[in-house]
């Protein structure tokens, strides 16, 4: 029921600073916590950020203090900030939703982010 289309990855100098855009065809008010993992080559799928209805973040350590997960439910859009960008950003970037009451996963198609040295 849920689609996710994120937008916004792109190559930049380490340094530089993306923001991805996730946006839900749905009121993301119906989601229980909204997600962006990160899968580099040759790596397993990470969680980086996450945020719940209240508005609540949490983040991977290694990203914290450089990246900022927000909402704006009028747009049913989630975003990452990404600042202080480092080449071992370098991954696709999913976005991950998961619905209230039946706790059903819907994934995006992902965004290429890459960071150069």
């Known amino acids: 029921q849920v689609q996710l289309v994120e937008s916004g990855g792109g190559f930049v100098q380490a340094g530089g600073s993306l923001r991805l855009s996730c946006v839900a065809s749905g009121s993301i008010r119906r989601l229980h916590v909204i997600g962006w993992y990160r899968q580099a080559p040759g790596k397993q799928r990470e969680l980086v950020a996450s945020?719940?209805?209240?508005?609540?973040?949490n983040y991977k350590d290694s990203v914290k203090g450089r990246f900022t997960m927000s909402r704006d439910n009028a747009k049913n859009t989630a975003y990452l900030q990404m600042n202080s960008l480092k080449p071992e950003d370098t991954a696709v970037y999913y976005c991950?939703?998961?619905?209230?009451?039946?706790?059903?996963?819907?994934w995006g198609q992902g965004t290429q982010v890459t960071v150069s040295s």
């Open positions: 991950n939703a998961v619905t209230l009451v039946t706790m059903r996963d819907y």
């Open positions: 945020i719940s209805r209240d508005g609540s973040t």
